[in-house]
């Protein structure tokens, strides 16, 4: 039984989060908290496996809340952030500070039930993550491009693709492995599991941080060298092709593995349009998401890549691919953007 305690000024969302995850058999709602400081004390008390964390509230904001948290009484943390791009910009802020994922408040890009289903989910594996372990590095400041690994000129790299997904873990996990490609790399797209508007703020974060460009993609964007798009939150994202030009196809649709975005839409689209011209990378997260769609890519000719479990948050995305057979390499987070460049080079 995961026990959670539920922070949030928000007396509505309280209710709903209490009632949705009380639902399931395996998490138990212990608690609730309508500030810090009251949550303060009934997590001493009431020793929670993991938080759900509102951002703004009143006395003490969340992400100050969680610096303190992290610093005295470590535990996993979900954000719980409004659909706004300020909410998007204060989620990627606390999830730098410790926080593992981030969820939607219950609003009109989600329904009640499709947020329950989600929500259920990164908790589970909220409970997985070793939060001794888990840390941020600061990123205020980007960095000199020390960072890019030097290589030799790629191969032609116009009709060449590569894809990655991830979920929980998995903005550090990208973070790492985009800052450290180099220019001319193939045209990426990339689906992290996450809500509206943090996939603008990420982006964003990301292009400040890489060699490369980094944009939320828009339905009918280009794909091209030294340009990643990232799948916008509540839309599945598709590659698609017209003569020799790469674009992408953003739009809604059900679920898939409780995840919209979802890999498995991605991965299976690259399988069908790019083939043996694509690479496919899978990282943290947790659940199964991603590995039927890079088991396609391999057996249509793609190289594929899982990461391994000593460098995951949480290794379940990965791992049901490596027990699929999908991935040719199962490999540490810091040899994975190497092997990359190793599998579009001459």
Request: glycine share 8%; aromatic share 4%; proline share 6%.
């Amino acid at each position: 039984m995961i026990r959670v305690l539920v922070v949030d000024d928000s007396a509505t969302v309280r209710n709903i989060f209490t009632k949705e995850l009380n639902k399931y058999p395996d998490i138990e709602v212990v608690g609730a908290a309508p500030d810090p400081y009251i949550a303060r004390d009934k997590i001493v008390r009431l020793k929670p496996d993991v938080i759900t964390l509102d951002i703004e509230m009143p006395r003490m904001d969340g992400i100050t809340f969680l610096g303190k948290l992290m610093k005295h009484y470590p535990i996993p943390v979900i954000i719980v952030s409004s659909l706004t791009r300020n909410g998007g910009k204060l989620s990627l802020e606390a999830m730098e500070k410790g926080a593992v994922d981030v969820i939607a408040k219950p609003g009109e890009a989600y329904s009640v039930g499709d947020m329950s289903e989600q929500l259920a989910e990164k908790i589970r594996a909220a409970s997985r993550v070793d939060i001794s372990k888990y840390s941020r590095k600061d990123t205020a400041v980007k960095p000199p491009q020390t960072n890019v690994i030097k290589t030799r000129a790629l191969a032609e790299t116009t009709n060449k693709i590569l894809a990655i997904g991830a979920s929980t873990g998995g903005t550090e996990a990208i973070k790492e492995v985009l800052t450290r490609l180099p220019r001319n790399i193939p045209g990426t797209v990339i689906v992290q599991h996450m809500p509206p508007n943090f996939t603008t703020a990420f982006a964003a974060r990301l292009d400040t941080l890489c060699e490369i460009d980094v944009r939320e993609a828009k339905d009918g964007d280009s794909v091209r060298p030294g340009l990643a798009l990232i799948a916008p939150g509540n839309y599945h994202m598709l590659l698609s092709r017209s003569g020799a030009n790469y674009f992408v196809k953003v739009k809604s649709g059900p679920l898939v593995h409780h995840q919209r975005p979802a890999v498995d839409v991605l991965f299976k689209s690259v399988a069908r349009y790019a083939g043996g011209n694509a690479a496919g990378v899978i990282l943290t997260g947790m659940g199964k998401d991603g590995a039927e769609g890079l088991l396609e890519m391999r057996t249509l000719g793609a190289k594929t890549i899982a990461q391994n479990e000593a460098s995951c948050v949480v290794y379940g995305m990965p791992k049901a691919a490596v027990e699929l057979g999908a991935a040719d390499r199962i490999l540490s987070l810091d040899d994975i953007p190497a092997a990359i460049l190793s599998v579009f080079g001459k």
